[in-house]
């Protein structure tokens, strides 16, 4: 496997982290230095560590994960997305009061956005392709493409204002539908 084609694959894996770091950004999060690097950071992680997590299981056992694996992803960016609108519509609500870029919330959506490479992890072992090289590069271009994302996203959401959120949700959740229509098809 050549470069070009790692920095392809790394591109792919990286739009879901890149969606959610523009939107937890432009909904109001990820405005300082620090939770911009922590949300990019944790994507570019989790990016890495699922290939190679994927890689090691090897076949017998991913086999039995992927048949639920997309139901997870479509769960968690529901979940979370969900909470987003609700808390759009009525601020009152402490619906998604929560920094995504801290916490739990911030290993659902790392997890939900990386469950892919997992499977990505086990089509390199199939191939007999060293993981490593391939997962430094994916968790790289991830964690780069998901801190300009976060850029943007500061921009838009200085011009949208608070209401982002109640997009960001639906972002997520048609992240989530994506994925699960993709595998059941």
Request: glycine residues 10%.
């Amino acid at each position: 496997m050549n470069l070009i084609e790692i920095i392809i694959i790394a591109i792919g894996l990286a739009m879901d982290a890149s969606a959610v770091s523009l939107v937890a950004a432009a909904s109001g999060f990820a405005q300082d230095s620090r939770s911009s690097f922590r949300l990019a950071f944790h994507f570019g992680l989790f990016q890495f560590l699922m290939p190679v997590l994927g890689w090691l299981l090897g076949i017998s056992f991913v086999q039995y994960f992927s048949a639920y694996d997309h139901w997870i992803a479509f769960g968690l960016l529901t979940y979370v997305g969900g909470r987003m609108i609700r808390s759009g519509w009525n601020p009152d609500i402490e619906g998604y009061a929560r920094d995504p870029s801290r916490g739990f919330t911030l290993i659902l959506l790392s997890l939900a956005t990386s469950i892919d490479a997992l499977a990505i992890g086990l089509s390199l072992a199939m191939l007999e392709v060293n993981i490593w090289y391939p997962s430094v590069i994916i968790g790289i271009i991830t964690a780069s493409l998901s801190f300009i994302s976060i850029l943007i996203g500061r921009k838009i959401g200085a011009l949208i204002g608070k209401r982002m959120e109640i997009f960001g949700g639906c972002i997520l959740i048609i992240i989530g539908i994506r994925i699960l229509v993709t595998h059941l098809m």
